[in-house]
């Protein structure tokens, strides 16, 4: 059992508190934001993550997880202090690390000799050198070492309990040994390298999935012009066991707290180098073309209409999280009301947060009246809940036709034999089988079934992602 300081009680810092805590470690985690920390201490989260409730309550039972905001207290006694604070972008795209070296300096005041720092949230390549540089200032002999975190946001705790593998990079091979022997009793290949590896693969696996997407996306506006269908090229392509099915789905793109900070920040960093980055400049470029993409259709389906109105199904930048940071669809909304149009929006998690960030629609706790009168609709974020719509009700009270489907998630053909205007990314009219083609994944709910069977509809309709949420029972 380690003696472990966590800085910082964000989405990482919880998980991360917690999920050490859970390998028999004994962990106090930091946090400085007094409210937020009473919050913790009173046992409500600031944070929604499956599993991750229960495994606090249960580790702070057991005296293996405390919350404090006293580095005197204790960051003495650690023999491994965890960094997780954030790393915000700044205005020309790097990466912020106030936090980070403020948060260094009053460990430095505390720690003891011997002490090994440990950068969990993503840093720019290079601040473990920088760590270690403060502490030779200061006269602390430390070990440095980069442990990037690639847990997702609704599946933090199942991530970190069954990572595909864990990096430790440092300037030594003890030293990384060392850290990596905190999550000995995780099964999962161990990638030990050095720190500027380390710090450098958490943003080029960010980029990669990035670029996937972006790909898709770009496949997307081909088949599209090729009366292909995209879903079923990422069926083709995913399929190839070189390439995987993972991260192939085409619509609004991705957003987020991480890809679009990462990328950026990847991007400058190269700049600074001398370096043109050219594929991630690219990979940018496409993603934001979807959000345009998204617009227009919007826009010609309202184009000469009194009074136009849109309605959009979905906020959060990806489905069973309140997270609006990056999400395609503010930026839509936004767009919008540029243009004078009237926009009722829904999203089972994420209203009130939308309001306070993008006044100006309206927010609606009820799905079918963000359809009502409106000329046109926009799918933005794949909950699960819309799969339970009646369309052909949604198809009778809206004054247009069209229907953005920005996800590429519901069965076109049944939408249109609604008499829906269908567009979805990459997805050209009905040009080749004679039936339907079967969803491909399997039902997310228990009512859902695929509509190549004659199934009404408001039953019908699929989600597909294929990574939302896991199991609440898979994760300890
Ligand atoms: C991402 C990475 O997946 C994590 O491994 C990483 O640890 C994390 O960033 C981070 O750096 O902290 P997250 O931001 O939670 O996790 O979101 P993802 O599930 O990766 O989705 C990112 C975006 O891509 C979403 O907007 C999603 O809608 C979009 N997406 C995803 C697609 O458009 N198509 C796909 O096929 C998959």
Known sequence: MSRICVIGAGYVGLVTGAGLAHLGHSVVTLEVDRERLSRIIAGRLPIQEPGLDELVAEKRAAGLLEFSDSYAAAIPSADYVFLAVNTPPLPDGDSDTTFVFNAVRTVLEHARPGVTIVTKSTVPVGTGDRIEALATEAGIRVDVASNPEFMREGRAVYDFMRPDRIVVGASDTTVAAKVAGLFASLEAPTILTSRRSAELGKYAANAILATRISFMNEMASISEALEADVTEIERIVG???????????????????????????????????????????????????????????????????????????????????????GAPALDIIERLLEQGIRVRAHDPAALAAANAQVPGPDYLDDPYEVTRGADALLLATEWPIYSGLDWARIRSQMRGRRLVDGRNVLPREVLERLGFDYRGFGRAPWAGLDEPAPLRERPRSAHATHPGNGVKLDTAVVIRRHDAGAPAENVA
């Open 239 to 325: 399929t190839d066991t070189r390439i995987g099915p993972a991260f192939l789905q085409a619509g609004l793109g991705w957003g987020g707290s991480c890809f679009p900070k990462d990328l950026s920040a990847l991007s400058v960093t190269a700049s600074r180098l001398g370096l043109d980055a050219r594929i991630i400049n690219a990979v940018v470029q496409v993603n934001h073309g979807q959000r345009e993409r998204a617009v227009e259709l919007l826009l010609e389906a309202t184009a000469n209409r009194p009074d136009p109105s849109v309605g959009i199904l979905g906020l959060a930048f990806k489905p069973h999280t309140d997270d609006l940071r």
